[in-house]
């Protein structure tokens, strides 16, 4: 099966849509105040490693639906 094919899970119906897996490692920096205040915090993601699943799975059932190219 291929994503363009399906509208809804075969197993179970659901049209919530679907998820993949992807593992990250690395480290992050938060930024914080003196006054325990949170501080610009956009980029704290940027430098983590990301490996991307290749199998994707119904968001209502946790069935595998179909492989990604």
Do not use: I, W
Not at 11 to 36: A, I, L, N, P
């Amino acid at each position: 099966m291929s994503k363009t094919q399906l509208a809804e899970c075969p197993h179970c119906g659901s049209d919530e849509g679907y998820y993949t897996k992807t593992q990250v490692s690395g480290s992050v920096r938060y930024h914080g105040g003196f006054d325990r205040s949170e501080r610009e915090n956009g980029d704290m993601y940027e430098h983590l490693s990301h490996k991307s699943g290749k199998v994707a799975y119904c968001s209502a059932c946790d069935k595998r639906l179909f492989k990604l190219y």
